[in-house]
């Protein structure tokens, strides 16, 4: 499908994402908001951002879906590629907010990233959440919704029966850990029964 703009009910949705229906990424705005954007990229499928100017102070957001399952190495590492371009041509003093369908685990424990993990996870940590956080290190990053302590059901992004996976991520660059007061998932009827919103104030 490639890079699309659809008006939906006083918003704006940019996405990104192939013809077979799977993959994708994408970005909802409001309207108000949409009109401040100064700039869209699409780098892949899998990855799509924005620049809004907002009271004179330039926000960067990027979107990510990550598929791991079924993907080889290379085509995994090529999208962390990607996604490392796009952060580093982001400016140190703009910034910067990247939500993403990471599906790694980072865990329950900071084990040595403390400055990027704030220790409330869930679960064990896995391989992909690994990936994820030496990238949070790299680029000096820190994973929100690790850093308030939440109860489970405000943690758990993903569930499907008994399966439940803490697997999407909202970094900020760490320095900026003070613009947010809070970051929870959000149950909500509307939604899918597997997927939860996450919400970051």
């Not at 990607?82 to 790694?104: H, T, Y």
Request: glycine letters at 8%.
């Amino acid at each position: 499908m490639g890079s699309e703009a659809h008006e939906i009910d006083g918003f704006k949705l940019w996405y990104s994402g192939g013809t077979r229906a799977s993959n994708g990424a994408g970005i909802l705005v409001d309207k108000e908001l949409s009109d401040q954007m100064i700039e869209m990229r699409r780098k892949s499928d899998h990855i799509i951002s924005i620049k809004l100017v907002v009271r004179a102070k330039v926000l960067n957001v990027i979107c990510v879906y990550a598929p791991q399952v079924g993907l080889a190495d290379d085509i995994k590492n090529v999208i962390w590629e990607d996604l490392d371009d796009v952060v580093q041509s982001v400016p140190l003093n703009e910034k910067l907010f990247i939500r993403g369908d990471f599906n790694g685990h980072i865990g329950d424990k900071t084990d040595g990233y403390d400055i990027m993990h704030g220790g409330f996870g869930f679960r064990e940590r896995n391989s992909g959440g690994v990936t994820i956080l030496d990238f949070a290190v790299a680029f000096d990053l820190m994973i929100v919704n690790s850093i308030f302590k939440k109860k489970e059901k405000h943690l758990v992004t993903f569930k499907s029966g008994s399966s439940k996976t803490h697997i999407d991520y909202l970094l900020i660059r760490a320095n900026h850990r003070r613009m947010c007061i809070d970051c929870k998932v959000i149950l909500s009827e509307f939604l899918g029964t597997q997927r939860r919103l996450l919400l970051m104030d």
